[in-house]
């Protein structure tokens, strides 16, 4: 025993490092690698034959390259707004920011009564595993196709982008709620429930309290993801706001530079949207 | 009449785990009692079964006339406030702040709705500002638990048992967490609230050389069994070796000779 562990200091510093030099040489092809290299093979000869049997019909490859690039080059280096003011544009932003919060915000209060019932610390197994297997189906979907079926009865328009895109915030936020509520500790729980307090007692005075950083910084999260979606909503399912300009401006009027600056426009909230998010992170970490 | 009575109480948790079996005991009003055993033995699930935040498999419980078995959701919230309970780990809201934390011992008098959304009258107030005095946190009233030493969290978890206006207090090792210091405090508090407000204490506790210093009556419990019930004079070394098995030596060598009264 003695011997052992006056030894244990002298070796591992010494073994470890070789240890691991001679695993990273002599790395075995599992499995996993091998069907990993076979797939990217098999992709990279598909792609080689595609551009081989494309039928161009007289395209010159060179110059449509050229065209690219240099459409790409008016979209980034000359955005400019011709068939909108610079209000219409603002205007355009200021409904999408709406949608991606009234889908939001729909989406937690439902989320937030859901949530507790399938919390398992607050509620009874069956209820919890009946709302986290639907919310599982709700989320496996994706928004624009619960757009598409809610446009079977509203049309396809504002009223079912709004529905759509709340529906699938709800299943996000059900889940990431959930598993908030789930953390809160047992013993806190017990503790309440001993002094006989009821079960919105201690959801108000215990498990809010507890998670309220986390549901806050989830919420915010959806809020970005729908910011996203309600631009694409604009556009695909005609819902307005700055994504359907966007539309407008490349499908209708062809104008490159418009695209090129809306682009700029929905980075620059994008971005604004990102620090807000990190500085909430960091804040919750100082706090939790 | 016995404040409270436990009368061959079984619990099984599932078909392998048996936690107590044909546990049966009377605490008369004002007694202090400490409960003793190694851990596994089905202290803490002795002290659930009470107020029954565990349900019993058998036996019956009953507390100040009422068998708690039979009571409905309402009235076992309100035989609940009755019974204080405070804990190893505290078991605070972290992030709410002390005074916060001691009023909702006054949740299950109030109203479903005062009490989720935190509406107390300004008597319960003052009444937690008097409670939070006793245990010496007068200074701490509006600091969030989070920041507070053990000895002080658990403090906190007295006032708030304690504002519940208990009959009983169910404590369940309240020092198993806490350095030998903040250990004397607590149980020195303990011991005064039994003898000064009158409220009769069942104390589960892993450490002999503590209960024998503080009990007037040891209930020794052993595989979910009791094997000893009487006077703290009266337990032998023979008994406690019994009831810890190969662990005695060592609680009552650490304890060293210099606590028994
Ligand atoms: N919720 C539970 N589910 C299943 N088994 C449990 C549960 N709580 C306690 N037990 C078991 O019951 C026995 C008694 O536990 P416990 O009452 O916590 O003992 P003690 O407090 O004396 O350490 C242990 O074997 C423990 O593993
Ligand atoms: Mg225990």
Redesign the interface.
Known sequence: MQREQSLAPLWQPKVRPRLGQHRALNKPLDKGTLFMRLTMATFLALTVLAFASFDYQGINIYNAFLGTIDNFRVLMLSPQLTHFSLVEAAEGMLITLSLALLTTVIGAILALFFGLLAAQNLSSPLVSSLIKGGVAFIRAVPTILWVLIFAIAAGLGSVAAVTGMAFHSVGYLVKAYSEAFEEVDSGVIEALRATGASWWQIVCQAVLPTAQSYLLSWTFVRFEINFVGALAMGAAAGAGGLGFDLFLASAHYFDLREVGFITYLVLAVALVLETITTQIKVRLRVQT | MSLLTVKGVSKHYNERIVALSDVSFAIEPGEFVVIIGSSGAGKSTLLRCI?R?VEVTSGVVTFDGLDVGSLDKRE??????K???I?Q?Y??????CVL?NVL??R????S??A????IYSEEEKAQALRVLRLVGLEEQVYQRCDQLSGGQKQRV?IA??LL?DPKLL?CDEPISSLDPNASKVIMDYLKKINTELGITCLVNLHQVHVALAYAERIIGVKRGRVVYDGLTEHLTAETIHDIYGSEAGDLLLGSGGNHVG
């Not at chain 2, 076992?76 to 406030?81: D, G, I, P």
């Not at chain 2, 078991?91 to 709410?96: A, F, S």
């Not at chain 2, 009490?115 to 935190?118: D, F, T």
Request: hydrophobic share 40%; no cysteine; proline share 0%.
């Open positions: 107020n935040i076992l919230r309100k035989m609940r406030t019974v204080g309970m804990f780990h078991n605070l809201v972290n992030r709410l916060e909702h011992g949740l299950g008098y109030k479903t709705w009490g989720a959304l935190g978890g708030r048992a519940q169910l």
